[in-house]
């Protein structure tokens, strides 16, 4: 059963900085990309950042660009959000995600962790 387990999220002031780990375990997992989505209440849940498994190759929403990194350590199966200059839209629960073949489908799932920026 693959599992993924996030951490790191919080309460910051605007501009401040949080970074998200998401760790992701199981005797099966295999990965071809990893993002993070994000969902702020009343709101749908939305792309945040996507790094492919293989190249590290990233993919960032336009509002996010300059300000968030996402990147992955191989050896410990584990993807991280890094966010700077952190402004009040940027509260939601955030989640990590895992797509085996295709992008069009992730597979897995994080229970999400809350990250709240205050003005």
């Known amino acids: 059963q693959v599992q993924l387990v996030e951490s790191g999220g919080g309460l910051v002031q605007a501009g401040g900085s949080l970074r998200l780990s998401c760790a992701a375990s199981?005797?099966?997992?295999?990965?071809?990309?990893m993002a993070w989505f994000r969902q702020a209440p009343g709101k749908e849940r939305e792309f945040v950042a996507r790094i492919y498994w293989s190249s590290g190759v990233t993919y960032y929403r336009d509002s996010v660009k300059g300000r968030f990194t996402i990147s992955r350590d191989n050896a410990k199966n584990t993807v991280y959000l890094q966010m700077n200059s952190l402004k009040p839209e940027d509260t939601a629960v955030y989640y990590c995600?895992?797509?085996?073949?295709?992008?069009?489908?992730?597979?897995?799932w994080g229970q999400g962790t809350q990250v709240t920026v205050s003005s």
């Open positions: 995600a895992a797509a085996q073949r295709s992008i069009g489908r992730y597979d897995y």
């Open positions: 199981g005797p099966t997992f295999s990965s071809y990309a």
